[in-house]
């Protein structure tokens, strides 16, 4: 069955060091997104990716990149930590459907930085 | 531009209790809806989905009507189980909304069954 897995899924990390969470899916989906979920904001949208080489901000990309290189990867790299970026962090990917598109999940890491 | 207004949670019911999570929006266009649930400790996963006015989306014993004139997609449920404790999320596509479709979500209302 297909699938979107992230890893780690729990990450305790340090004020400025660079993290790496890895998503990947085996649904062939052009579509990936990274959210971040916290308490009183609900999901909010990081970076997105409409196919390999694409990427795009969204509304909370600051201190945060993207890279796609091919299509069942899209990592997302905290470039120095911060204790704002403490949260649960959420992929998802979904097909070329216009505005009936579903997207489908991953199972979440959450991250804590000291 | 596009929002999603939830009613604010927990809502909190007894087993066998009926369901409503209110869920109104605001869009540009003409959006699809959709309601996406969360179970402790995993992502979110599609509930069902409507596209077009009047349509009804069910799946698991949920419904949800898209009403156009009201901008309404209230999620019910005749008679919830504790398995249904989660929380729950109303969202929109918007095909006027700079052409990507990424999707606006509501806050999220928890529901916890008691049994």
């Known amino acids: 069955d297909a699938e979107i897995t992230q890893s780690p899924r729990h990450k305790i990390t340090e004020t400025g060091r660079q993290v790496t969470l890895a998503c990947h899916q085996t649904?062939?989906?052009?579509?990936m997104f990274w959210y971040r979920q916290d308490l009183g904001h609900g999901l909010r949208l990081i970076h997105y990716?409409?196919?390999?080489?694409?990427?795009n901000k969204g509304e909370v990309s600051d201190g945060y990149s993207v890279s796609r290189s091919n299509t069942e990867d899209l990592p997302l790299t905290l470039e120095s930590a911060a204790s704002s970026q403490t949260s649960v962090y959420f992929c998802?990917?979904?097909?070329?459907?216009?505005?009936?598109?579903?997207?489908?999940f991953g199972p979440g890491t959450r991250l804590l930085v000291l | 531009g596009d929002s999603v207004t939830q009613m604010e949670g927990p809502v909190t019911l007894s087993e066998e209790a009926f369901l409503t999570i209110n869920c109104t929006y605001t869009?540009?266009?003409?959006?699809?809806l959709f309601w996406y649930v969360q179970y402790p400790g995993e992502g979110l996963q599609l509930l069902l989905k409507?596209?077009?006015?009047?349509d009804k989306g069910s799946n698991k014993g949920f419904e949800a009507t898209y009403r156009k004139e009201t901008t309404s997609f209230h999620l019910e449920k005749g008679s919830v189980q504790v398995s249904d404790s989660a929380v729950y999320f109303c969202?929109?596509?918007?095909?006027?909304?700079?052409?990507?479709?990424?999707?606006?979500f509501g806050r999220g209302t928890s529901l916890i069954v008691h049994p």
């Open positions: 998802a990917s979904s097909e070329d459907q216009g505005n009936q598109e579903t997207q489908y």
């Open positions: 649904w062939n989906h052009n579509n």
């Open positions: 990716s409409y196919g390999v080489q694409d990427t």
């Open positions: 869009a540009t266009g003409y959006p699809s």
């Open positions: 409507a596209t077009k006015a009047d």
């Open positions: 969202a929109l596509s918007d095909p006027l909304s700079g052409g990507s479709y990424i999707p606006t």
